[in-house]
């Protein structure tokens, strides 16, 4: 017969282990992304989520170097490739990659936040392709699991 996790006897089975792998470190709270379905109010597991690529339009987004820093062109600007327009005002940096000697002697320095004028540094991070877009890529943390793993970092 099938068995559920809150029947009796195994809901106690499971507390008791939940207990168990939490007092060896092994589940703990952190704050994390989560996929939340807005009609049940309530996070879903990554393995519920059928993730897959949509076509989309790239958009170009001119971010103003803060303290009269200049790229290499000399432009006071960065030229920034995004999908998501929309998730702006949450942006924490822009990256580049590492290597990418267009941008190598922007790194720890900042850009303005379009629209709000925040500061936001740019940092490095092999996250990005210099090949895709423009080599520069805004840095979401609260709006995409990538971006949070960078923001970690």
């Not at 996790?5 to 089975?13: P, V």
């Not at 200049?70 to 290597?99: C, F, H, I, M, S």
């Amino acid at each position: 017969r099938e068995r559920f996790t809150m029947d009796d006897g195994l809901s106690e089975a499971v507390k008791e282990a939940f207990v168990r792998l939490h007092e060896d470190g092994l589940i703990y709270r952190g704050k994390r992304l989560v996929n939340w379905d807005t009609k049940l109010h309530t996070a879903i597991s990554d393995l519920e989520v059928e993730n897959h690529d949509e076509k989309g339009h790239l958009w170009n987004l001119r971010y103003p170097l803060a303290d009269g820093a200049k790229t290499a062109e000399g432009q006071d600007y960065l030229v920034v490739a995004t999908t998501r327009p929309e998730t702006l005002l949450g942006d924490a940096a822009v990256a580049v990659n590492p290597n990418d000697e267009r941008y190598q002697a922007l790194i720890g320095k900042f850009v303005e936040l379009p629209l709000v004028g925040r500061r936001i540094p740019i940092i490095a991070d092999d996250y990005c392709d210099p090949e895709f877009g423009t080599g520069c890529v805004k840095i979401t943390p609260a709006h995409d699991f990538n971006d949070y793993e960078v923001g970690k970092r």
